[in-house]
């Protein structure tokens, strides 16, 4: 028997898009997940990608289809309703289209989020993104990629956040032993620190 040698592509992922986006959303969505039991495989919410048991999303397709009253997780469900701008019909839509649209010979869901103009992070988008985090601004920023930024950039960016947020202050100590405050210069209006509690 004669034997024909082959390769095969392995590990291959194609992407299915579906109609749901915003931070807000990307937050409700691992929330709710998260409050009916299923398990993500991500240390934080920030995660852009990450994986969700198959067996566990079509659970809870069947728990939302059918209950009416979801109990002690009513409140908080609502909640994160509300958050993504999304209802139920909508959610189980687009779980329904999790389960189908993914790899049906892989266990697990890959869930994720991704830049749809793939610009690089700004001040704006990292002001937008810490009002949904529930943590500091150090740690908000600690989990933000820094994609399409170079590391002159990322810096510069960090320091610029961290005096919006924080008030903080960072200087360049020259080689004369001059001090030269870094960061941006915004009129007072802009450069208001978030009131967070």
Request: glycine letters at 6%; proline letters at 2%; hydrophobic letters at 35%.
């Amino acid at each position: 028997m004669s034997k024909v040698l082959r390769t095969a592509k392995v590990n291959q992922i194609d992407y299915y898009t579906l109609e749901l986006s915003g931070l807000g959303t990307q937050d409700a969505l691992a929330c709710i997940f998260e409050l009916f039991g299923v398990r993500l495989s991500k240390d934080n919410i920030y995660v852009d990608e990450y994986e969700v048991e198959r067996i566990q999303l079509q659970k809870l397709q069947e728990h939302l289809s059918s209950q009416d009253d979801l109990g002690e997780h009513a409140q908080d469900f609502e909640l994160y309703l509300r958050q993504a701008e999304i209802d139920k019909s909508k959610l189980l839509q687009i779980i329904g289209e999790l389960i189908t649209q993914s790899n049906q010979r892989n266990p697990k869901i890959l869930i994720s989020w991704f830049d749809e103009e793939n610009n690089p992070k700004d001040l704006n988008y990292i002001k937008d993104f810490y009002t949904h985090s529930e943590v500091c601004l150090g740690e908000t920023l600690a989990s933000i990629p820094a994609d399409g930024l170079t590391l002159e950039k990322a810096f510069e960016l960090y320091i610029e956040a961290m005096k919006w947020g924080e008030g903080d202050r960072f200087y360049q100590v020259t080689e004369e032993g001059d001090s030269i405050e870094l960061g941006c210069q915004e009129d007072s209006a802009e450069s208001e620190s978030p009131s967070k509690e």
